[in-house]
């Protein structure tokens, strides 16, 4: 079993930075692919970023491409999201995610270990 715990997620205004983060347990964690997915009110869980297990490989939705960044730290059993430029269509609850098998995939039901979540709230 596998568990994610999200922190870093908060308030702040139009064109700020925040970065999450994702603490796995687990020594497993550094084979696994992971991601970050978010989830605005009334919309569905959308793929945000993912990075493979040696970190060598990312994805990005077109929508935070250029402005969000994800890492991984298999020392530390953690992962990153950094996010820059925020715009007020990117609050939303930001969820961690890992997929097992180590692939990079854009697909919710993809993925077999998730957070609780941490909110994020960009303001205009």
């Known amino acids: 079993q596998v568990q994610l715990v999200e922190s870093g997620g908060g308030l702040v205004q139009a064109g700020d930075s925040l970065r999450l983060s994702c603490a796995a347990s687990g020594r497993a964690f550094r084979s696994y692919t992971m991601a970050w997915f978010r989830q605005a009110p009334g919309k569905e869980r959308e793929f945000v970023a993912a990075i493979s297990w040696r970190g060598e490989t990312t994805n990005y939705a077109a929508s935070v491409k250029g402005r969000f960044t994800i890492s991984r730290d298999n020392a530390k059993n953690t992962v990153y999201l950094q996010m820059d430029s925020l715009k007020p269509e990117d609050t939303a609850v930001y969820y961690c995610?890992?997929?097992?098998?180590?692939?990079?995939?854009?697909?919710?039901?993809?993925?077999?270990?998730w957070g609780q979540g941490t909110q994020v709230t960009v303001s205009s």
């Open positions: 995610a890992a997929d097992i098998r180590g692939y990079i995939r854009v697909g919710v039901s993809e993925y077999d270990y």
